[in-house]
């Protein structure tokens, strides 16, 4: 159980495109959803927290406008980056958490912007 | 701010060696606490978890945590490692009841055969 898918797994996009990323829990309803952003040889940095139905809750530093966040059900947040430059390419991991105060992660999603 | 360290940022052993990898943190509420393990290539996975009760913890794998409040430890112990142990290994800290986790730097770990 606690599943979490991300779609697509990897995406190569031009500079000035918008990226869409879905995750979604395949077993289990998440009440919150978590987007982290992962460099290179480097640990996860919590980029947003979005609650089902409700605007995410972007970490200081992070662009909202930048990085779109739609918790559109319990199954299904997506994060869409727009107008993605060279420096967005990065690894883009998702997690969801139900009631049970741990968070289930997805397999990520690496972007590359060319 | 909350905030995890893990001191090992580069960790070379020998199979059958032991490990211990530190995890501190600074908090002073009530906290969850995690150990997950990056294999190149994949996703982070869960090893082990303490919430509440015994604070040795057992996992998969072989591996074990033991949580010191006194000292805001989560130390990650394995008494003998394999070459399938090669990863990378996140420490991280959930405050009760926020959902959030704060991630420590990682603590990359390369066994030789």
């Known amino acids: 159980g606690a599943v979490v898918s991300q779609h697509p797994s990897w995406v190569i996009c031009k500079s000035g495109t918008s990226v869409k990323i879905e995750c979604r829990s395949l077993d289990f309803q998440a009440t919150t959803m978590f987007w982290y952003r992962q460099f290179p040889k480097q640990s996860l940095m919590l980029m947003a927290t979005?609650?089902?139905?409700?605007?995410?809750?972007?970490e200081q530093g992070v662009e909202k406008d930048k990085f779109l966040i739609n918790h559109a059900s319990l199954t299904l947040s997506t994060l869409t980056v727009t107008s993605a430059h060279p420096e967005d390419s990065s690894f883009y991991i998702c997690?969801?958490?139900?009631?049970?105060?741990?968070?289930?992660f997805g397999p990520g999603t690496r972007l590359t912007v060319l | 701010a909350q905030s995890v360290s893990q001191h090992n940022h580069h960790v070379i052993l020998s199979e059958a060696a032991s490990l211990e990898l530190g995890c501190n943190y600074s908090y002073g509420g009530t906290v969850n606490l995690f150990w997950y393990v990056q294999y190149p290539g994949q996703h982070l996975q869960l090893l082990l978890k303490y919430f509440s009760g015994d604070p040795l913890v057992k996992g998969i794998k072989g591996f074990e945590a033991e949580f010191i409040k006194s000292k805001f430890s989560f130390n990650l112990r394995k008494p003998s490692v394999q070459w399938s142990d090669t990863a990378e290994y996140f420490c991280?800290?959930?405050?009760?009841?926020?959902?959030?986790?704060?991630f420590g730097t990682g603590t990359r770990l390369k066994v030789l055969a």
């Open positions: 997690s969801a958490s139900s009631e049970f105060n741990e968070q289930f």
């Open positions: 991280a800290v959930m405050a009760s009841g926020t959902y959030k986790y704060i």
């Open positions: 979005s609650n089902e139905g409700s605007k995410a809750t972007y």
